[in-house]
């Protein structure tokens, strides 16, 4: 008998016949004797109706105004569910962020939780009573609605795992759990019943997005255990926690992230002077561009080359800029290449093996595939290679590292 | 300057492109200098959206949950009208019934009213911003939210309006006033400039549904003046207020109503005993029936004749029940006739005047209009007649008590 919190997002709740089908999912671990907080998102296609009607109103929506319009989704979604739940004859209470008390700080559609007030679902769960409530969104000091941006309702069951110390928080979404790599292009990728939070994080922000970075996060600070499954399918899914020292044989690499949505600049004969990299890279972000990877190599006749990539859509933009520093820095020459992808092995047992880095390169030189960047982190090594070796990349990488087999090439 | 409480209902925020109208409403009232408190509805359809999807989950959804979902309603509208107003430079903010504080009973999906807190708004009207309050909506002294009922809109607008003690109280509607009697039967109708609550309760009552009863009787409880008007074109409406002293020449008559939603029956040779009403009446209400007329004639024989009215759609049960109920009485027969029709004349100037009954009943006469039942009250007299000739009665009445000029026939 545990204390569990389950997140069902918008494509588990996107009909009532699924809003059926969560409640019986939820009322067998009920039966189990489990306590249960379930956290909805809304009904898929809901958010983008509201925030439809607020586009056809005014180019840029008044935030304080868009999440008392936009928490309302959520708001649907809880209703229904304790509806369902009730006529199942479990008994079920919904609460909006507000009625919970999801205390955030005032910043409308991107706001952060502060504290919980778990009281209320105590009692709740005290009674025997499911207790609903709405994802993403919460209340501030002063009693507005706020919401916490796409993608806060894992945030919030996480949250409320943390304050009620859950003994799991599950994550219902549309895969069965953490891939070795994207099974799309390995077919031998394998689930993987156990991961890292350091490693998912690493994984989420690589781009596989099964969880919102955010989420595994607060998980990871407070300790929380998060278990990916899958809504549809019946399976445990993949448990992320703390690094686990009970497991003797810790596989080096966990898996492959990869993703094509960057493109890459590069600014060669720049003088090497201090603040160089300062007078580059400042007039990027100032136009609100985020940098993603960057090297500087050091060059011949104190001249430097500077390297960074950036998402494909912001390119256009990022190379007018990077023109202009180029004329005012005297650069020898500005380039840019959208026909890149970046590729990284991530895992925590990297830290205690040496020659990873070499293994990777290894494989990928086997394969004739050219490495044009290299970025490392204490458990990620990424290369950005020519966006049509992708798929090659992976695949080699994947068998390089064993990681069909349960347990890896430890 | 003024404090103004403005109503508008579904229709009237039926589409983004209504709400923005409602906004320039608003903004050229504001423009004059006035303080304004908005009251909305659910955008039209949006309610009954909501109970499908209710209904898809369960037969008699949990009443706590049904006011969690169909509060989400008006909650859009307000999201949307302060945005609405923001953009045309017309300083706004939102706020739910719970945000507001209309506490409420705990009588989920038909709540009553307690109690506002009319501080927050205040604030802001003093801060020069219009207050945009979701109708039909409150909260419990739990917590929960709570709805007033179908055209709960109303009420929440004239429980504002008292609380901040507001000099009017508007409710924008889709006809432009109250008529001394429905302009598509007597075409020679006129909008009139004032009513008084009983006037008003009295045409409510009999089908006039221009404004929720319950709203007139709580505008009347506190004295609140309320003000129909038309969202869609210009004009005063009709102000309904106290019983003005002031007017010297009261019109007798202020209008007609009328209904074709009863049905008659009829027991007759009931023993003439103490007791035999109820014994009658009982076993309807009972069974749910609500009754509307009812007269009793004094017969022969130490018999009586008993009529009574009800809704037509309670017509067949109650005609079983009586059925029963004759042969318990050992009454003679029991009669039923669902081809009947109410007129009434509805006027506080009655109450001062003779022979208002006589020169009803004698209009009809001229016409060879044959009276059924009658039924007075202080400032009503109401007749059941043969349903063909309803049109004929009313356009009658209209014209015998001059309810075409101004004034009447006072």
Same mark, same amino acid.
């Given at each position: ?17 699924? +809003? ?35 586009? @056809? ?20 979604? +809880?209703?229904?569910? &304790? ?37 209320? /679902? ?34 919030? @069951? ?8 859950? !003994? ?19 077919? &031998?990728?394998?689930?993987? !019943? ?5 490693? /998912?994080?690493?994984? @989420?922000?690589?781009? &596989? ?51 094509? %949505? ?87 047992? /990297? ?50 590292? %064993? ?8």
């Amino acid at each position: 008998m545990a204390l569990l919190v389950q997140k069902f997002g918008g494509t588990s709740v996107g009909t009532t016949e699924r +809003i059926e089908a969560v409640a019986d999912k939820v009322c067998r671990f009920r039966a189990l004797g489990h306590d249960i907080v379930v956290v909805v998102s809304a009904m898929s296609g809901e958010t983008n109706r509201l925030i439809a009607l607020a586009d @056809a109103i005014m180019e840029q929506p008044v935030p304080r105004e868009m999440d008392v319009l936009i928490s309302t989704g959520e708001q649907v979604t +809880i209703a229904l569910l &304790s509806m369902a739940l009730q006529k199942r004859g479990c008994d079920a209470r919904s609460y909006t962020g507000s009625q919970v008390r999801i205390l955030t700080d005032r910043s409308h559609t991107k706001a952060r939780i502060r504290q919980i007030d778990e009281q209320r /679902m105590r009692e709740d769960l005290s009674a025997g009573r499911v207790v609903v409530v709405a994802g993403f969104q919460g209340v501030d000091d002063l009693g507005n609605i706020t919401t916490l941006g796409r993608g806060g309702s894992d945030t919030t @069951a996480v949250a409320l795992a943390a304050a009620l110390k859950a !003994d799991e928080c599950q994550i219902y979404t549309d895969v069965d759990g953490v891939y070795t790599t994207d099974p799309r292009v390995v077919d &031998s990728a394998r689930r993987l !019943d156990r991961i890292t939070f350091e490693e /998912m994080i690493e994984m @989420a922000s690589l781009g &596989s997005k099964v969880l919102q970075i955010r989420a595994v996060e607060f998980a990871g600070k407070y300790n929380v255990p998060l278990r990916v499954l899958s809504s549809f399918q019946e399976g445990d899914g993949t448990l992320i926690t703390l690094e686990d020292n009970t497991v003797m044989e810790q596989p080096v690499v966990s898996g492959i992230a990869f993703n094509r %949505d960057e493109a890459k600049l590069t600014i060669s004969g720049v003088p090497d002077t201090p603040g160089s990299a300062l007078r580059i890279l400042k007039p990027i972000s100032s136009a609100n561009i985020e940098v993603d990877m960057i090297v500087q190599n050091v060059g011949a006749d104190n001249r430097t080359d500077f390297t960074f990539t950036v998402h494909r859509n912001d390119f256009r933009r990022a190379q007018e800029v990077l023109e202009q520093v180029g004329r005012d820095l005297g650069a020898r020459e500005v380039n840019g290449d959208t026909k890149i992808a970046k590729v990284s092995i991530v895992g925590v047992g /990297m830290r205690s093996h040496a020659g990873v880095a070499t293994q990777m390169f290894e494989a990928l030189s086997n394969e004739g595939i050219n490495i044009q960047m290299i970025s490392t982190s204490e458990i990620k090594i990424s290369v950005v290679i020519n966006e049509k070796y992708l798929e090659l990349a992976v695949r080699a990488l994947h068998s390089a590292f %064993d990681l069909h087999r349960p347990g890896g090439e430890a």
